[in-house]
């Protein structure tokens, strides 16, 4: 098994900033892709972005392009998402995945760290 524990949501006014870490134990970090994900209410889970298990590769959401960067320190264990420019839209739960790089359907989820956006 795999462990995620997200930190870093909050509380923040629109046009602020906060960074999401996403600290993985229990398995080879560098096996697996990395992955942020949101859900507000009422709404399904979407993908935001995602990044490859050497950190080589990227993607993004539209809605998040521009404004969100992820990264990964493979020697800390930990992937990092970077928000600016944040929008009350982007409130949400925001959890980690972290999807195998060859075993297909090996993937784990955090708990979630709630982020919040004021207008």
């Known amino acids: 098994q795999m462990q995620l524990v997200e930190s870093g949501g909050g509380l923040v006014q629109a046009g602020g900033s906060l960074r999401l870490s996403c600290a993985a134990s229990?398995?080879?970090?560098?096996?697996?892709?990395m992955g942020w994900f949101r859900q507000a209410p009422g709404k399904e889970r979407e993908f935001v972005a995602g990044i490859s298990w050497s950190g080589e590769s990227t993607d993004y959401a539209d809605s998040v392009k521009g404004r969100f960067t992820i990264s990964r320190d493979n020697a800390k264990n930990t992937v990092y998402l970077q928000m600016n420019s944040l929008k009350p839209e982007d409130t949400a739960v925001y959890y980690c995945?972290?999807?195998?790089?060859?075993?297909?359907?090996?993937?784990?989820w955090g708990q979630g760290t709630q982020v919040t956006v004021s207008s």
């Open positions: 229990g398995r080879t970090f560098s096996n697996y892709a």
């Open positions: 995945n972290a999807d195998h790089s060859v075993e297909v359907g090996l993937e784990y």
